[in-house]
């Protein structure tokens, strides 16, 4: 074979190379990938309240329970940028003792909402509350930005160990009179032995954000030191949705 017919035929295979090519990248369907953003709205005015039961169980030698009720407010005031150019949102939370009284401002948190996942600063603690797209059974260290050291006597020992996953994807809610649809539940941590008792749980819905939470965190010395059954100390927190905008 001549070196004139060798060219002739390396070229015309690298043309139907690259026919080939182009041919097989119009035959690629994009994917579009449903990230459900909408379980947790982020636009600037955007609020929910909540009905909130607070429960403080103490234990020393007299049993007391004290129940507290109030309604917690959760606002989308404002956005700004942070040192690593993400947007993050800043949450004014307000509190009031029922809906007869004023707002009156408590406290200011911030959130992050990326392409894959939902941070929530409460306080001092970032939290990673959600992860995009929700899957059924989908797990994520939510506490991965928590402190958290082996000192039992450490503030942020609480939150050691805790494994978040998604409960439900598909769930129904009856809140406040209201039927909410397709709401998902996120499972934190739920530990119990007979010691300590230490659950939280929430809940989210499309267009609103969450929807449900619930926290415990019990000593049960009742079983150490044989007490009656009910003598534990800690708290329990309840909220539930009780209106939102829009």
Not at 15 to 42: E, M, Q, R, W
Not at 59 to 67: C, E, Q, S, V
Not at 156 to 169: A, G, L, M, P, V
Not at 225 to 245: C, D, V
């Amino acid at each position: 074979m001549n070196k004139k017919l060798t060219l002739q035929l390396t070229v015309t295979f690298f043309i139907a190379g690259l026919l080939l090519i182009g041919s097989c990248k119009k035959d690629v369907t994009p994917i579009n990938i449903n990230y459900a953003y909408s379980y947790y709205p982020v636009d600037t005015g955007h609020y929910v309240i909540y009905n909130v039961d607070s429960i403080l169980y103490s234990y020393n030698g007299i049993y007391t329970r004290d129940t507290v009720h109030y309604q917690w407010k959760e606002l989308i005031a404002d956005t700004f940028y942070d040192n690593q150019n993400r947007i993050n949102y800043r949450l004014e939370c307000y509190r009031r003792p029922d809906s007869t009284y004023p707002w009156n401002i408590n406290r200011v948190w911030y959130a992050v909402r990326n392409t894959y996942n939902l941070q929530v600063q409460e306080d001092d603690i970032r939290f990673v509350k959600l992860i995009f797209p929700p899957q059924l059974n989908a797990t994520w260290n939510g506490n991965e930005y928590v402190p958290i050291t082996n000192n039992s006597s450490d503030p942020y020992s609480i939150y050691q160990n805790w494994n978040y996953f998604y409960e439900n994807i598909d769930t129904t809610y009856s809140l406040n009179g209201n039927v909410i649809n397709n709401a998902i539940v996120v499972s934190e941590v739920d530990e119990e032995n007979k010691i300590n008792k230490t659950l939280r749980t929430e809940s989210y819905a499309p267009g609103i954000g969450m929807i449900y939470q619930k926290l415990e965190v019990l000593n049960k010395q009742n079983v150490l030191n044989n007490f009656p059954q009910g003598t534990e100390n800690g708290f329990s927190i309840e909220m539930k949705l009780w209106a939102h905008y829009p």
